[in-house]
């Protein structure tokens, strides 16, 4: 063994005793989260009802987080493992008359069927110094400028780095890097990109940085920022409050994003290259798939005892759609209009969302609870004029709350989408989960 090994060697056996002793392994958390995921997609007003899809599978969930070893540094290492296994895909993509539609729950393989199963793994070191935690490795951000998603059998992750600070009471501070993301129905690593974007017009660094600051215990005010290299420049600013109303409680949640062009995106030959974003633009402007975009928004919801009532409105404005992270393959964004099939962010669209919700507990089935939303978009720009759509969306969840599956939850979401923006569909999900807690 050589000298540079043996260092090594010692090193990693001081760090391993020091872990120990230090709560590396006494703090360590581990579970196994099982979800089994029906999807049932129907679209409407196409040629042989093509597009449908029929799918059913398993997914395990693997998370383990170690604990900090001693000292003024610590030093941990988080885990996520997943694995999805095909119970039945209702056939190929290829299929004559019954097209299914591609990536709803599994990778398709070259002949067009779904695999039989598919697995992908993240590893995330993290340090920590006081009050401030950086991360490298396998992430799943929840911030208003980017949110992984997980809207089906598995969750989205990214690459890349981010630092999280609480030094100050009160504000929290978050700023990072990321260079790629596996999305929620594939194994692949890709790049980044936008609604629109086409060719090989991708980017590998998406930065973002900003603070939340509890200004009482009942206010909280956001700023961030993201930047998608040759993409796009957003702000964000934000405001939530609670208020006791009487008997029950007022939240008010608003939102504003400002989103501009960067890079090739500002550019005519960056934009022939690609580099585009979603939107309508008249015959002849210069401005054709730049991104232009301000959105706001406001909700509000009222709690009272086992009820809660929502009402908001959201207003897009500029040339261009909403931008944020889109890889074809399923994402999210921060706005209170991303529901469970349409997201309401085409330029120029306005839409109203009421929601009603109530809690079964105080009527002797604690763990039941069912909600039922309604959202109405219109003036959305196009060529044939402004377009509209409406979309119904009910979800019913019971948890079991004691016995030996105690946890075990079921979950059933349904939901109509209707217009002339895009094609007409029903949706239903199915999901079963329960967590085994390892550690």
Do not use: C
Not at 189 to 207: E, M, Q, T
Not at 296 to 302: C, D, H, K, R
């Amino acid at each position: 063994m050589n000298k540079s090994n043996l260092a090594l060697a010692v090193a990693l056996a001081a760090l391993a005793t020091e872990a120990t002793a230090a709560g590396f392994i006494e703090d360590s958390k581990a579970s196994i989260g099982l979800r089994n995921f029906y999807y049932d997609l129907n679209n409407k007003n196409t040629a042989n009802n093509n597009g449908e899809a029929q799918e059913w599978g398993q997914g395990f969930i693997f998370n383990y987080a170690s604990g900090f070893t001693e000292g003024t540094v610590g030093f941990g290492l988080d885990a996520i493992g997943l694995l999805g296994v095909k119970l039945d895909s209702g056939g190929r993509n290829t299929k004559t008359g019954r097209d299914r539609t591609p990536g709803q729950l599994f990778p398709l393989d070259s002949d067009g069927s779904a695999v039989d199963e598919y697995s992908k793994a993240g590893v995330t070191a993290k340090v920590r110094l006081s009050k401030t935690e950086a991360r490298l490795g396998t992430l799943l951000p929840k911030l208003p400028v980017v949110t992984f998603n997980d809207g089906r059998l598995l969750p989205q992750t990214f690459e890349g780095g981010q630092i999280t600070s609480n030094e100050i009471d009160g504000l929290t501070l978050t700023a990072g890097q990321l260079e790629s993301t596996k999305t929620r129905s594939s194994t692949d690593d890709i790049a980044l990109r936008i609604a629109g974007a086409s060719g090989d017009a991708d980017s590998n660094k998406f930065y973002f940085a900003g603070g939340d600051y509890k200004l009482t215990k009942d206010l909280t005010l956001q700023y961030y920022y993201g930047n998608l290299e040759d993409f796009y420049k957003q702000h964000f600013l934000g405001l939530v409050h609670n208020w006791a109303i009487g008997p029950g409680s007022l939240k008010t949640d608003l939102r504003y994003f400002d989103s501009g062009s960067d890079g090739k995106n500002g550019s005519a030959s960056g934009r022939a290259q690609g580099y585009r974003s979603a939107g309508y633009w008249r015959a002849g402007e210069s401005s054709t798939g730049e991104v232009d975009n301000q959105t706001w928004s406001a909700l509000f919801t009222y709690t009272l005892g086992s009820h809660f009532a929502s009402l908001g409105y959201q207003q897009v404005e500029g040339d261009s759609a909403f931008p944020f992270l889109n890889q074809g393959g399923g994402s999210s964004s921060y706005l209170i209009t991303d529901r469970q099939i349409g997201k309401f962010q085409n330029a120029g669209e306005r839409t109203w969302v009421a929601e009603y919700g109530y809690d079964f507990a105080k009527l002797g089935v604690p763990g039941l609870k069912a909600s039922v939303a309604y959202l109405k978009g219109d003036n959305v720009d196009s060529a044939n004029g402004d377009l509209k759509e409406w979309e119904r969306d009910f979800r019913l969840d019971y948890t079991l709350q004691d016995g030996p599956l105690k946890g075990l939850g079921v979950s059933w979401r349904n939901a109509t989408q209707r217009g002339n923006v895009t094609t007409d569909a029903d949706e239903n999900r199915l999901i079963l989960s329960y967590t085994l807690t390892l550690l």
